[in-house]
């Protein structure tokens, strides 16, 4: 059994869930030492000093150090030196900033600034002695995105990449798939159709194409109910707004909901369009999928991994006109198939064995 200190500088949301269920699922001793999920690029930049103060005064002598994205791993390490000098140090990538998309109206795009988050993200994997990624994809993009920024550098352009591959590793996310079988009163059980949104209400989610689609098809006469789930930001996309006016009368619920409220909907739900620009897993769009919600997945990101394209085309869209035939398919089926046994390797009691196995490694 491993003493291990997970550092996670933006302890919310998917984050938090993943640091708690790590250690409430693991057989090695693990303490989290953390700050309030708020305020990224602060705890980006500033949270290095705030942790390594911290880590200091802790009163626990870790075999590892693991860190998450967040954190300015190399400054962390620089300010806490007479602490981590005998550590190893893992580090785990939730996300990337060198492919994370920007917000081409966004403070950070107008000041040049894009690449900063990113660098940091480059200079932690440089410190660290393993690197985790949650997906093929996440890994995959950061590294393509980092071997061209370095190879359009003016000079000393660091031959880092293969080394970097070298000590890299996908390990999923674990998530606690099987809280989801419970027992609940469905919250709909209508005739028409049940379409599901379960992300964030933010742009790179791309509502814009989902209520496009979704348009086009009431216009040819389609029925359906939708279900509009996730966290609302005060920033929400207006295609979002414009398509809630749009389907006043056929939106059964919105917004954020207690666990089993959500796993209700999730139960309730017939079809799962899926339309995002940004995803480096996924969590939601697996629990639906668990649930035998139908998927409409795009072939980009994640998903073609995760849900294997090649063994399950019929689910995969390339353009927005198939996208709109797929769902059009989809609502004219009565039966689904199920993708459920594609997501069981994910949840915690069957992936914390290879977790466990990666810290003794």
Request: charged share 30%; hydrophobic share 40%; net charge negative.
């Amino acid at each position: 059994m491993k003493k291990i200190l997970l550092i996670e500088p933006f302890y919310s949301g998917s984050h938090k869930s993943w640091a708690d269920q790590f250690k409430n699922n693991s057989n090695h001793h693990i303490e989290i030492l953390s700050l309030p999920g708020k305020f990224w690029k602060w705890r980006m930049y500033g949270g290095a000093y705030t942790l390594a103060q911290m880590y200091l005064d802790l009163d626990f002598d870790p075999d590892i150090i693991l860190a998450t994205d967040m954190l300015d791993l190399a400054t962390f390490v620089a300010l806490a030196k007479e602490k981590v000098k005998d550590k190893k140090i893992f580090l785990y990538f939730h996300e990337n900033q060198m492919a994370y998309p920007w917000k081409e109206d966004g403070e950070d795009k107008r000041n040049n600034r894009d690449l900063h988050y990113g660098f940091m993200n480059y200079n932690s994997a440089l410190v660290a002695d393993k690197i985790l990624f949650n997906s093929k994809h996440n890994m995959t993009s950061f590294y393509e995105a980092m071997r061209k920024i370095l190879k359009a550098m003016p000079d000393k352009r660091h031959k880092t990449i293969e080394e970097l591959y070298k000590k890299s590793q996908v390990l999923p996310i674990g998530i606690h798939l099987k809280h989801h079988d419970i027992e609940v009163d469905l919250p709909y059980r209508g005739q028409e159709p049940l379409i599901l949104w379960n992300h964030r209400w933010e742009f790179d989610k791309n509502p814009a194409d989902f209520f496009d689609a979704l348009i086009t098809l009431r216009k040819e006469g389609y029925a359906f109910k939708l279900a509009l789930l996730g966290e609302v930001y005060k920033n929400a996309p207006k295609s979002l707004s414009h398509g809630l006016e749009y389907f006043k009368e056929d939106v059964l619920v919105t917004g954020f909901m207690t666990k089993e409220t959500y796993s209700s909907w999730l139960q309730a739900a017939d079809i799962l369009p899926v339309t995002s620009i940004h995803d480096f897993f996924g969590i939601s769009v697996m629990e639906a999928i668990y649930m035998d919600t139908y998927p409409i997945l795009p072939n980009r990101l994640t998903y073609p991994d995760l849900y294997k394209i090649k063994e399950n085309p019929e689910i995969f869209y390339e353009t927005q006109d198939e996208f709109i035939d797929k769902l059009r398919n989809a609502l004219d089926e009565k039966d689904h198939k199920s993708y459920r046994d594609l997501c069981k390797p994910y949840d915690w009691d069957s992936i914390i064995e290879t977790y466990d196995q990666a810290f003794i490694d």
